[in-house]
């Protein structure tokens, strides 16, 4: 029985339908049977996380989680609809308190933030339950016992069973209301993750009942608990306040213990409702929504929540470097720890704990990296660094790397960035100055054969005259840090480091790469000396930083604040702002100045430029491609691990540190140009193809490619990951030579797409992964050969010439 749909519901869906196909960078769709009656196909849509960062939205709703289905008519229907994407205090223009007490109406609702999985509960038919996670729904793939769905799913059996109830009852229910259940999954027996659950808050925590519709309703949560009450869920933590500035006070108190009630928590969803638009209020400050809709933020705390965090990643990281050992010995080292995780001396003192205690009792970590076991590990550190041996650890721990923020004492400051061409440090540093007057030097200004030493001596005579400098250069290098550490050492008081640190390890290769190139492009000619040019040699720069960027220590400089690389401009403005106020104690800058800063760095252009090189001499000095390849933005061992945990030849690949760091997908090399092409028709393809690809790579735009990830194949010599389903992402500004590439591509190229994931040793050419690929597609797994679905894992590359 079809449900009547809403006009506007319907038309949702098919803008979504139209921007998968048109842009599907920003939106994609995976398309399920529907558990328990296959004969209904059930769509999932995903949008592009940092787009929802945008102003004006690039979508067409801000739903995090949509599954839907299309009538017989046509007529799609929302059988699941998530909450629109909430923000954190500060990390939109409308999340800030000022703007919050402008635009939002009392009464504010905070619940506990739970720490766990998101289950999303709606009436497939009036009879039938749809029970998914954010995106997807049905049995898990690869290693994995049980997926989220399943889970969710389990603990809501239990519920109607205890309640004498059936699927039937519930699904008629959501069905005549046209809900969605919102619940978490905290259930520590299937999955850990930061902060412990109880038995008794073990399950399904409901915490929001939402109307499937376009437009975001959210039921009150008096009207939430009830349902809980009625259907058997886990009750959600709440409590309500009058004002903003309530809100603000309670959540300080809890920030300061990271507790509530005495229970440890992450932080606090406030739920309250849009306010008519004040006069003097700015269009940025806005949320985006009409008056009197539902509106959420969210107040996180950063401890203990984020400490602990570190301490899972820490004993993550340490038990992969256990797997690569060499002649017996484990490689595990608090040196080889990732640098951004060891600020804390709870966290240097854990390290070395935890490394004894993998050595000394392996079996208690053994399905950690399947997050088990996170919570007892990190209840025994607990227990020991409250034993006076643990006190005498932590203190001396402390002691051993004094920094300069331990004495608490600071004259001035240097805002260091540590990033690399393109993630948009300098228009951050312009927009800073402006609000809040610090100096700023650029080391692109200084143009002069030894740039260093100049550079310096910039920031130490800006020093005289402003509290705060910003010491605008990439700083990708330790030395770079170090010297500037140096020349301000003989100070007084101290100096202090701030480093804006764009993260680039976080993110494939690939799509950093993709990311700032498309920036520097953007930019033109604003830059005093890396400009886009036809030869694309700002490319070959921005692949030499990503090779030598070495990672930060924190015992380089005094505070970190991590930025955001897919962040917008005005996004990275806000975070650096916060972090201004919180880390300098500064006063929050009024709306109006933020917003005069945004138009400044958007309006930049540098003073001094150098001039263009000749293209004629850039050409001369670039080499020749020897091949044509799809640079695949995937992370192959974040990929791979959880499918091949327990398959030996992947270890020994990670252990010889032969799994490939810079993935690519092969298209067409030199070596087939060779033959005569009158006398061979490969030869005469391959022609054809290089040119193609010769086209592509060149174009002024150029174009994004789509494709999925299959299988992971192996034997005992070499392991390959095939490629499916290759086409172009369609947005206006694509040449028709994209889509003809696609379109036109022989089936028996598109047979042997494939990344090599590594080789047994030296010995085995890389080459030998396109006849593995071509004979498993053919046989399948026989003759030694095995495979492992991926679940069609998406990605996105461009067509791009290399030497290596």
Same mark, same amino acid.
């Given at each position: ?213 376009? !437009? ?464 061979? !028709? ?93 004979a498993w597609r053919k046989a399948g797994d026989v003759g030694g050969v095995h495979s492992l679905a991926l679940g069609g894992v998406e990605t996105f590359g461009r067509v791009k010439g290399l030497q290596t």
């Amino acid at each position: 029985m079809p449900r009547a749909v809403a006009p506007e519901d319907s038309a949702l869906i098919n803008e979504l339908v139209a921007l998968s196909k048109s842009k599907a960078k920003l939106v994609r769709s995976s398309t399920y049977a529907a558990p328990g009656d296959p004969s209904i196909s059930v769509r999932s849509w995903k949008m592009a996380e940092h787009k929802y960062y945008v102003v004006p939205s690039p979508f067409p709703t801000l739903a995090r989680g949509i599954f839907s289905v299309e009538h017989p008519d046509g007529k799609h229907r929302m059988v699941v609809r998530g909450y629109d994407k909430f923000f954190n205090i500060g990390e939109v223009g409308w999340t800030t308190w000022a703007a919050l007490e402008k635009h939002t109406v009392a009464p504010y609702t905070l619940s506990l933030k739970s720490n766990g999985c998101i289950i999303f509960i709606g009436a497939l038919t009036p009879e039938k339950l749809l029970i998914t996670s954010k995106h997807s729904l049905g049995p898990a793939t690869g290693e994995l016992k049980t997926s989220h769905a399943d889970a969710g799913e389990r603990w809501l059996r239990k519920y109607l069973a205890q309640k004498g109830r059936t699927e039937a009852d519930l699904a008629a229910v959501l069905w005549e209301r046209n809900l969605t259940a919102v619940a978490e999954l905290c259930d520590d027996s299937f999955e850990e993750h930061v902060l412990a659950y109880p038995p008794e808050l073990t399950g399904l925590h409901l915490h929001g009942l939402n109307e499937s519709t376009k !437009a975001f309703k959210t039921l009150p949560h008096a009207e939430v608990d009830a349902f809980a009450a009625e259907w058997g869920f886990i009750q959600t933590a709440s409590t309500e306040l009058p004002t903003i500035a309530a809100v603000r006070a309670f959540t300080d108190e809890c920030g300061r213990t990271g507790a509530w009630n005495g229970v440890p928590v992450e932080g606090f969803v406030v739920r309250s409702h849009v306010a008519p638009p004040p006069p003097d209020a700015s269009s940025r400050s806005a949320p985006p929504y009409p008056p009197g809709a539902s509106f959420f933020f969210k107040v996180k705390f950063d401890e203990p929540y984020m400490m602990y965090r570190d301490w899972r990643e820490v004993t993550k990281a340490l038990l992969t470097m256990r797997g690569k050992s060499v002649k017996g010995k484990d490689e595990m080292s608090v040196q080889k720890l990732p640098k951004g995780k060891m600020r804390r001396a709870e966290t240097k003192a854990y390290a070395r704990w935890v490394i004894d205690e993998i050595r000394r009792d392996p079996a208690a970590f053994a399905e950690y990296q399947h997050n088990k076991g996170i919570v007892a590990v990190r209840e025994r550190f607990l227990a020991y660094l409250a034993s006076d041996k643990g006190k005498k650890e932590l203190r001396k721990t402390a002691e051993s790397e004094p920094t300069i923020s331990e004495t608490g004492t600071f004259g001035k400051t240097i805002i260091v960035p540590v990033a690399v061409p393109g993630c948009g440090k300098t228009a951050v540093a312009v927009a800073l100055s402006h609000i809040f007057g610090f100096g700023h030097t650029q080391s692109d200004d200084v143009h002069a054969k030894r740039a260093a030493p100049i550079f310096l001596k910039n920031v130490t005579d800006l020093l005289k005259t402003h509290d705060v400098v910003i010491a605008d250069k990439n700083n990708h290098l330790t030395q770079h840090r170090a010297a500037l550490r140096t020349a301000t050492a003989g100070l007084r008081p101290p100096v202090r480091l701030l480093a804006l640190h764009w993260p680039v390890e976080q993110l494939p290769r690939a799509a950093v790469h993709r990311i700032c190139a498309e920036r520097v492009q953007l930019r033109g000619a604003n830059h005093q000396t890396l400009r886009a040019d036809t030869q694309r040699t700002h490319e070959d720069v921005l692949w030499q930083f990503l090779s030598a960027t070495q990672p930060l220590a924190p015992s380089e400089v005094d505070t970190v604040v991590e930025m955001a690389l897919e962040e917008g401009l005005e996004g990275a403005v806000r975070r650096a702002v916060d972090a201004c106020v919180r880390v300098l104690g500064l006063a929050p800058p009024p709306e109006a100045r933020v917003s005069e800063a945004l138009e400044r760095a958007r309006g930049y252009e540098p003073r001094v430029k150098q001039p263009d090189v000749p293209a004629g001499k850039a050409a001369k000095g670039k080499a020749a491609p020897r091949y044509f390849a799809l640079l695949p933005e995937v992370a192959l061992e974040k990929l791979l691990e959880p499918v091949l945990a327990d398959v030996a030849f992947w270890g020994a690949l990670k252990g010889a540190g032969r799994v490939a760091a810079r993935p690519h997908v092969t298209l067409v090399h030199k070596h087939a140009l060779e033959e005569d092409a009158a006398v061979s !028709a490969e030869a005469a393809a391959a022609r054809d193809l290089w040119a193609r690809c010769t086209t592509l790579s060149e174009s002024k735009r150029q174009p994004l490619f789509h494709f999925t990830l299959g299988h992971v194949v192996w034997n005992e010599r070499i392991m390959a990951v095939t490629v499916d389903a290759l086409k172009v992402v369609e947005e206006a500004e694509v040449a028709k030579a994209a889509v003809e590439f696609t379109t036109t591509l022989p089936e028996e190229t598109r047979a042997r797409l494939h990344i090599t994931v590594g080789t047994r040793d030296a010995n085995v050419p890389p080459v030998e992964a396109k006849s593995l690929v071509q004979a498993w597609r053919k046989a399948g797994d026989v003759g030694g050969v095995h495979s492992l679905a991926l679940g069609g894992v998406e990605t996105f590359g461009r067509v791009k010439g290399l030497q290596t």
